[in-house]
């Protein structure tokens, strides 16, 4: 029993070692964040870049909500939990969001953790001050 135990101990690390690697988030997919707007992400590229499309949830305009194109990027491409940004042209209206975050393996589950900007036009540059609004989301990938 004594000579087994170092070959059970390395068919054992052997077998179970592939569970300790960090998995590789991947922000390619549909998502659905804290207040219920869709994003999909189109296929991120070798070099990072990325485009796709969303629809908020959530707008003060009193336009009626479409669809909007994205723009981003990953950094880096190929590394696990990366970090990357976007920039929403909303259709709607004439303001522009740009997104921040990580993507994260939580659990069994994709995450990513946000912060964004969401700038207005304003008539002049006295209200610029009033102009850009921050905040915070949290997406998970759909199943």
């Known amino acids: 029993m004594v000579q087994a135990t170092p070959f059970l101990l390395l068919l054992f690390l052997a077998l179970g070692a592939h569970g300790l690697a960090v998995k590789k988030c991947s922000l390619t997919g549909q998502w659905k964040n804290d207040l219920g707007s869709n994003m999909t992400i189109y296929e991120v590229n070798e070099d990072g870049d990325f485009s796709g499309k969303y629809l908020t949830a959530v707008s003060d305009s009193s336009s009626e909500i479409r669809e909007s194109p994205l723009l981003g990027f990953q950094h880096p491409p190929d590394e696990s939990q990366p970090t990357f940004g976007f920039t929403i042209r909303?259709?709607?209206?004439n303001t522009i969001s740009v997104f921040t975050g990580q993507c994260f393996?939580?659990?069994n589950r994709e995450v990513l953790k946000t912060m964004w900007l969401l700038r207005s036009r304003v008539e002049n540059i006295k209200n610029d001050w009033k102009a850009t609004r921050v905040g915070y989301n949290t997406f998970?990938?759909?199943?």
């Open 90 to 93: 909303w259709n709607f209206t």
């Open 140 to 143: 998970w990938r759909l199943e």
């Open 105 to 107: 393996e939580e659990g």
